[in-house]
């Protein structure tokens, strides 16, 4: 009996501490999450004032008269190549954070579920170590008989 009980204690130790180390990485890999997604929408209103600037450049061509309005449209169309080039990339990476915040999540979620598993786990052991005492409790006064 003192071995099983032994086994149990480490048993229950194992799990508890299973269940404390999945805790911590979920709370990492949550945290991790909302990084991507505090990127994701910095990315985002970087690329929508990359939009205004663009429709304020438009709005600004052909405005001149002369030999500037020449020099002011090439200086125009410079600015909004440069604009939607940098606009283009960060859309680009915008696209790779979303790839990997779906990555995370995958991970998240498959923490989550070993996590419910090890607790499941943990329960059950509890659950029996309980009808386990319950039954030694039942068993102990058919030991003894009655004089």
């Given at each position: 009996m003192l071995g099983s009980a032994i086994g149990w204690y480490c048993?229950?130790?194992?799990?508890?501490?299973?269940?404390?180390?999945?805790?911590?990485?979920?709370?990492v890999q949550e945290q991790k999450e909302q990084m991507i997604?505090?990127?994701?929408?910095?990315?985002?209103?970087?690329?929508?004032?990359?939009v205004e600037e663009s429709e304020e450049l438009v709005s600004h061509w052909g405005?001149?008269?002369g030999e500037l309005r020449e020099v002011m449209n090439r200086a125009i169309s410079r600015r909004l190549e440069t604009n939607n080039r940098n606009k283009s990339l960060k859309e680009k990476h915008k696209g790779e954070l979303l790839g990997k915040l779906l990555d995370q999540k995958r991970q998240t979620s498959m923490t989550e579920k070993h996590h419910g598993k090890a607790l499941v786990s943990y329960h059950r052991t509890e659950e029996k170590k309980q009808l386990q005492e319950i039954a030694e409790l039942q068993a102990a006064p058919k030991?003894?008989?009655?004089?």
């Amino acid at each position: 009996m003192l071995g099983s009980a032994i086994g149990w204690y480490c048993s229950k130790a194992m799990d508890k501490a299973r269940i404390t180390r999945l805790r911590r990485i979920l709370k990492v890999q949550e945290q991790k999450e909302q990084m991507i997604k505090y990127d994701i929408a910095v990315l985002d209103s970087e690329i929508q004032r990359c939009v205004e600037e663009s429709e304020e450049l438009v709005s600004h061509w052909g405005r001149h008269e002369g030999e500037l309005r020449e020099v002011m449209n090439r200086a125009i169309s410079r600015r909004l190549e440069t604009n939607n080039r940098n606009k283009s990339l960060k859309e680009k990476h915008k696209g790779e954070l979303l790839g990997k915040l779906l990555d995370q999540k995958r991970q998240t979620s498959m923490t989550e579920k070993h996590h419910g598993k090890a607790l499941v786990s943990y329960h059950r052991t509890e659950e029996k170590k309980q009808l386990q005492e319950i039954a030694e409790l039942q068993a102990a006064p058919k030991k003894v008989r009655p004089r």
